[in-house]
């Protein structure tokens, strides 16, 4: 977990005036006592640093300091270790006690804003006091997201967590690898490309073209098939390919078809992990185990195309899906960038793979899900899930793999 170089990770530093609740904010993002919390102002007198991953985002650095309006000989000493902090803060999250915005917060806003670091505003112990409106709107104006927290309750941290993956610089969003990683250079993947109605004509689609791009660049190379070609086509090679990727519609044949030692997985799962977080993907693959009929589903597309015969998301998934749990759901779909503000609703989301999006959107309805306790998987594991190869599919990904033995070791 703590296996990223200290300089990868975003640095997330904490700051506010004494006793403001950043050790508490910490300690609940955490969910560890990792700074000492107490009632007497100045409890934290050196900057603490915990290093953390912080889905979907990534390997964190957080940075508690001490509060910053002390005076006095020791003070000095403080504010000044603090102000260190701000050279190597990628965000700032500025902690407001019980909505007190005086100049000493104003300062420090300026100070980050100066430094063209970003800001997330935290008004802790909203418990005690909230912000004024005029304050809010002066925010919102600079548009500085706000989060109203109770820290030593653990509110507030999963809307913390959706504003820090909304502001964190591009960098730290940049997508891993679609596939380059898993092939090694000199190696050769199979893609299986089936060439149905759905597939327009005279051209390969976004995800098909990007993966054999992401191949290339990687000193790797592969043979593009369709799923009918692909036993005769494995039959010829010399040694066996390194990777199968499959259109996941041709999943159970190209299952079939393909050697049990031979790795395989589909476009839609390559793009669920570049976009977004497999991890959260197979929590909400479980999830599916839940689904009872009538329960309500949401299916969400990042692209508004017209639906047509078969449709994978409008037709065939639903229907694996149906079977799968024995009985009719209540299905709604969403397109584009429409995604309901509330999601309590729903048992489950189903996304497409996001192939045209970019991290950060999907990171955004990742966390968004989080925080409304709704599960969350996309439509290639879904599929993989309902037929019964999903262990299969997951096999190119260890994390992933972990993530799902564990989940069902915790389920029995
Ligand atoms: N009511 C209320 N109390 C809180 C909240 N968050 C923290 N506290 C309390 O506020 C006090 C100070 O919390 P700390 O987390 O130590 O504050 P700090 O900003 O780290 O303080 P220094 O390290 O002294 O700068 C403790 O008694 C906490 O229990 C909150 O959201 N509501
Ligand atoms: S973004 Fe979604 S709907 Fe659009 S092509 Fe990619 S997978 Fe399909
Ligand atoms: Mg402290």
Request: aromatic share 6%.
């Given at each position: 977990?703590?296996?990223?170089?200290?300089?990868?990770?975003?640095?997330?530093?904490?700051?506010?005036?004494?006793?403001a609740?950043?050790?508490?904010?910490?300690?609940?993002?955490?969910?560890?006592?990792?700074?000492?919390?107490?009632?007497?102002?100045?409890?934290?007198?050196?900057?603490?640093?915990?290093?953390?991953?912080?889905?979907?985002?990534?390997?964190?650095?957080?940075?508690d300091?001490?509060?910053?309006?002390d005076?006095?000989a020791?003070?000095?000493?403080?504010?000044?270790?603090?102000r260190?902090?701000?050279?190597?803060?990628?965000?700032?999250?500025?902690?407001?006690?019980?909505?007190?915005?005086?100049?000493?917060?104003?300062?420090?806003?300026?100070?980050?804003?100066?430094?063209?670091?970003?800001?997330?505003v935290?008004?802790?112990?909203?418990?005690?006091?909230?912000?004024?409106?005029?304050?809010?709107?002066?925010?919102?104006?600079?548009?500085?997201?706000?989060?109203?927290?109770?820290?030593?309750?653990?509110?507030?941290?999963?809307?913390?967590?959706?504003?820090?993956?909304?502001?964190a610089?591009?960098?730290?969003?940049?997508?891993?690898?679609?596939?380059?990683?898993?092939?090694p250079?000199?190696?050769?993947?199979?893609?299986?490309?089936?060439?149905?109605?759905?597939?327009?004509?005279?051209?390969?689609?976004?995800?098909?073209?990007?993966?054999?791009?992401?191949?290339?660049d990687?000193?790797?190379?592969?043979m593009?098939?369709?799923e009918?070609?692909?036993?005769?086509?494995?039959?010829?090679?010399?040694?066996?390919?390194?990777l199968?990727?499959?259109?996941?519609?041709?999943?159970?044949k190209?299952?079939?078809?393909?050697?049990?030692?031979?790795?395989?997985?589909s476009?839609?799962?390559?793009?669920?992990?570049?976009?977004?977080?497999?991890?959260?993907?197979?929590?909400?693959?479980?999830a599916i185990?839940?689904?009872?009929?009538?329960?309500?589903?949401?299916?969400a597309?990042?692209?508004?195309?017209?639906?047509?015969?078969?449709d994978?998301?409008?037709?065939?998934?639903?229907?694996?899906?149906?079977?799968y749990?024995?009985?009719?759901?209540?299905?709604?779909?969403?397109?584009?960038?429409?995604?309901p503000?509330?999601?309590?609703?729903?048992r489950?989301?189903?996304?497409?793979?996001a192939?045209?999006?970019?991290?950060?959107?999907?990171?955004?309805?990742?966390?968004?899900?989080?925080?409304?306790?709704?599960?969350?998987?996309?439509?290639?594991?879904?599929?993989?899930?309902?037929?019964g190869?999903?262990?299969?599919?997951?096999?190119?990904?260890?994390?992933?793999?972990?993530?799902?033995?564990?989940?069902?070791?915790d389920?029995?």
């Open positions: 977990m703590e296996k990223s170089p200290k300089g990868l990770r975003l640095h997330i530093g904490l700051f506010g005036r004494r006793n609740g950043k050790s508490s904010l910490l300690n609940a993002m955490t969910r560890q006592q990792v700074s000492i919390v107490s009632e007497i102002a100045g409890t934290t007198t050196d900057p603490v640093e915990k290093p953390m991953e912080l889905l979907p985002l990534g390997p964190v650095l957080f940075i300091t001490a509060g910053v309006d005076v006095g020791l003070g000095e000493k403080r504010v000044q270790k603090t260190q902090v701000f050279d190597r803060t990628d965000i700032g999250v500025i902690v407001v006690d019980a909505g007190r915005w005086d100049d000493f917060e104003q300062s420090i806003a300026d100070e980050l804003r100066g430094r063209g670091i970003p800001v997330i935290v008004f802790n112990k909203s418990d005690v006091a909230k912000p004024s409106t005029a304050l809010l709107d002066e925010l919102h104006g600079s548009n500085t997201p706000c989060v109203e927290a109770v820290a030593s309750e653990g509110r507030g941290v999963l809307e913390l967590r959706e504003a820090l993956v909304k502001t610089p591009e960098d730290f969003v940049r997508a891993p690898a679609i596939v380059a990683d898993l092939v250079p000199g190696e050769m993947a199979v893609l299986v490309v089936p060439i149905d109605m759905e597939a327009p004509k005279g051209r390969l689609i976004v995800p098909q073209v990007q993966t054999i791009r992401d191949l290339l990687g000193d790797a190379y592969c593009v098939v369709k009918r070609e692909l036993r005769d086509a494995l039959a010829r090679l010399n040694r066996p390919p390194a199968v990727v499959t259109d996941s519609q041709a999943f159970l190209v299952s079939a078809d393909t050697p049990p030692e031979v790795k395989l997985t476009f839609s799962i390559l793009f669920a992990r570049q976009k977004g977080d497999l991890c959260q993907f197979v929590e909400g693959a479980l185990d839940r689904l009872r009929s009538g329960d309500r589903v949401l299916f597309e990042a692209c508004t195309h017209h639906p047509i015969g078969d994978i998301g409008r037709v065939k998934i639903p229907r694996w899906l149906q079977q749990v024995g009985g009719d759901l209540h299905i709604t779909t969403v397109q584009g960038h429409d995604f503000a509330d999601l309590a609703d729903y489950l989301v189903i996304h497409c793979g192939c045209m999006w970019n991290r950060r959107e999907m990171l955004t309805r990742l966390a968004q899900c989080r925080r409304a306790n709704v599960p969350i998987c996309n439509y290639g594991m879904t599929i993989a899930y309902t037929l190869i999903f262990d299969r599919a997951l096999s190119p990904f260890p994390d992933a793999m972990e993530t799902y033995q564990r989940l069902k070791d389920c029995r």
